[in-house]
Structures are given as structure tokens and as C-alpha cells.
Nanobody, 122 residues
Framework: QVQLEESGGGSVQAGGSLRLSCAAS????????MGWFRQAPGKEREFVAA??????YYADSVKGRFTISRDNAKNTLYLQMNSLKPEDTAVYYC?????????????????WGQGTQVTVSS
């Protein structure tokens, strides 16, 4: 069982930055592939970034602007978001897989946080 809790969302102007955090309860945190997803009103949940022991993966829409990282000692996942755009506005979710292999599909993640709102104004 893995419990996830996101924090760090908020409102920012275009071009600004935010850092999301996701605190995980699992003692085996380091063995889980982790991901960030987002969902805007009226849209499907979409992949943003993921991380495993192999490497990091990004959606084309955020590549070069967002950075995913993890601190296994603190059981915490991060998403540094720079050069934010209005189209980045969404609820951002932290997710964990049961395996160490990354997937970009939401269905591949068993554990989810409650989400944190990110609003970018123009």
C-alpha cells in the first residue's frame, strides 16, 4: 500500500515557476516507478513526466521546461515547473506504479494522490 500526498500547487503568471512535491508513505519508495499526470477541465488525464532507476521521461509539451526528480531518503517526488504557460493549467497528480518500470499510461499506475491545482494566468 502506497499513500501519496501532493503539495506546492498554486496560481502563477505565465513565465513563472512552481515546484510540486509528492510525499509517499511506502518504505519501498525507491523501487517504484513514479509519475506526474495532469487533468484540465473537460480533458482526459495526460502524462507529464515519469522517473525510475533507469531514467526520466517527459511529455513533449513540457520537455525542457519541467524537471522530475526524487529524493529516496525523504520518500518524496518533485516536479520543478519553469516557463509556465496558461495551457499548463490543470490539476496535477502524483502516481506510483507497483513495478520499477515506467509507463506513460495512467492505467499503468495503481496508486494516486488527491491532486494539486496549478493555475497559470496570461
Amino acid at each position: 500500500q502506497v499513500q501519496l500526498e501532493e503539495s506546492g500547487g498554486g496560481s502563477v503568471q505565465a513565465g513563472g515557476s512552481l515546484r510540486l512535491s509528492c510525499a509517499a508513505s511506502a518504505r519501498t519508495f525507491s523501487s517504484h516507478a513514479m509519475g506526474w499526470f495532469r487533468q484540465a477541465p473537460g480533458k482526459e488525464r495526460e502524462f507529464v513526466a515519469a522517473i525510475s532507476w533507469i531514467g526520466t521521461y517527459y511529455a513533449d509539451s513540457v520537455k525542457g521546461r519541467f524537471t522530475i526528480s526524487r529524493d529516496n531518503a525523504k520518500n518524496t517526488l518533485y516536479l520543478q515547473m519553469n516557463s509556465l504557460k496558461p495551457e499548463d493549467t490543470a490539476v496535477y497528480y502524483c502516481a506510483a506504479r507497483s513495478s520499477s518500470i515506467v509507463t506513460t499510461t495512467p492505467r499503468g499506475y495503481y496508486y494516486w494522490g488527491q491532486g494539486t491545482q496549478v493555475t497559470v494566468s496570461s
